[in-house]
């Protein structure tokens, strides 16, 4: 769902290191209600870190959405103040009372150190998707 978060060029993808783009059935949408339309009845996780249930709190069920917002932005507040009930966070470390779900700036209230209290956004998705695929059971996956 436009406005990504990062690039798709040719160039981007090869510098990413994605040998598995091919394999990616990828739909941009130009917005959420374009998402939607072509969806119906979607009602995606909504990743944010100021959510108060944790990404492993929920069962995860196929045909699932994992949504996540840019890094320097997040998702639009209007759209996770709609869903609540849909929205969940990464725990992370809590240093000297600076978390992400209490600090109105993020990340960058701590210019010492303005990645400690945060994921990238690659690093968010992975640890989520594991998740979900596990509940799962790894579905077309080798399990040795």
């Not at 072509?38 to 944010?48: C, L, V, Y």
């Not at 009930?85 to 150190?113: F, H, K, V, W, Y």
């Not at 303005?114 to 994921?119: F, K, N, Q, R, T």
Request: glycine share 8%.
């Amino acid at each position: 769902v436009e406005p990504l978060g990062f690039e798709l060029s040719d160039r981007m993808i090869r510098r990413s290191g994605m040998g598995y783009w091919k394999d990616i059935d990828l739909h941009v949408y130009a917005n959420y209600e374009t998402f939607l339309a072509a969806n119906p009845g979607a009602s995606p996780w909504m990743f944010t870190k100021r959510a108060t249930s944790c990404y492993h709190e929920v069962a995860y069920a196929h045909g699932d959405y994992l949504m996540f917002g840019r890094e320097s932005s997040g998702i639009a507040p209007e759209l996770l103040a709609a869903h609540p009930e849909r929205c969940l966070r990464i725990p992370m470390l809590e240093r000297e009372g600076l978390n992400p779900a209490t600090c109105a700036c993020g990340p960058a209230s701590d210019p010492a150190d303005p990645d400690a209290v945060s994921l990238n956004l690659s690093n968010a998705a992975n640890i989520v998707m594991f998740e979900a695929l596990r509940q799962l059971g790894f579905p077309g996956m080798e399990l040795r």
